[in-house]
């Protein structure tokens, strides 16, 4: 059973590029989150794809945007790079719309894909 | 706002012994989850034990157990007989119940030692 996979594992772009990130979620999962990972720190929520739609977002620009498919994949996109974009950017994937309301359900994380911007 | 600390930057430990890793957390809501996430070099987080704010009986998993002291706003993890395959980082979550936006602290480096 594969788990939540995502690419690319590791990527370098200059300031002022765009680049896509994309996320498969683990089999039987609905549910897409995007975590920001800076260096150091613990991971923080962009948002969150439920139904090919953005359900919920964390305090991040619109720089960055997403999308899911209908096969419930995932993409996050970031405009105009920022050296401080540069960090492990983790998708994790869940059923249904509502974390916890799932009962035992929890967050499956990817390896994520490490950003440089230099 | 919902914020998570934890005070330990880095933690050692022999192979073997018991350690505890602490985290306190900020909310002002009743009905919440509480989380211990374990990220090794591989970078996968990977859940290590969860916790309902309304049990009061403390979450074990094998030799993962917790300490919740509600009333304290405290969630620290317990490792018995710490194995090698236990350095990492690990990082204490929590999230509301009517939310998915899941909070984490900045992580405790956690050094298993032969």
């Known amino acids: 059973d594969a788990g939540v996979t995502q690419s690319p594992t590791h990527l370098i772009k200059t300031r002022g590029q765009q680049v896509t990130l994309r996320c498969s979620p683990k089999s039987g999962h609905d549910t897409v989150s995007w975590y920001q990972q800076a260096l150091g720190q613990g991971p923080q929520f962009i948002f969150q794809?439920?139904?090919?739609?953005?359900?919920q977002r964390g305090n991040f620009p619109d720089r960055f945007s997403g999308h899911q498919f209908p096969n419930y994949s995932s993409e996050l996109n970031v405009n105009a790079l920022l050296l401080g974009d540069s960090a492990l950017y983790l998708c994790?994937?869940?059923?249904?719309?509502?974390?916890?309301?799932?009962?035992?359900?929890?967050?499956?994380f990817g390896a994520g894909s490490r950003l440089t911007v230099l | 706002a919902q914020t998570v600390t934890q005070s330990q930057p880095e933690m050692s430990v022999q192979e073997a012994e018991t350690v505890t890793l602490s985290c306190t957390y900020d909310?002002?809501?009743?009905?919440?989850?509480l989380f211990w996430y374990k990220q090794p070099p591989s970078r996968q987080m990977i859940l290590v034990i969860r916790q309902e704010a309304y049990k009061q009986q403390n979450a074990t998993e094998n030799r993962f157990s917790v300490n919740f002291q509600k009333a304290a706003k405290s969630f620290s993890l317990k490792i018995s007989d710490s194995q090698l395959g236990d350095t990492a980082m690990y990082f204490c979550?929590?999230?509301?119940?009517?939310?998915?936006?899941?909070?984490f602290g900045a992580g405790t480096r956690l050094t298993v030692k032969p």
């Open positions: 909310t002002s809501e009743n009905n919440y989850y």
């Open positions: 994790a994937s869940s059923w249904g719309a509502l974390l916890v309301r799932s009962g035992a359900n929890v967050l499956t």
């Open positions: 794809y439920y139904e090919e739609e953005e359900r």
């Open positions: 979550a929590f999230i509301l119940y009517n939310n998915n936006d899941m909070r």
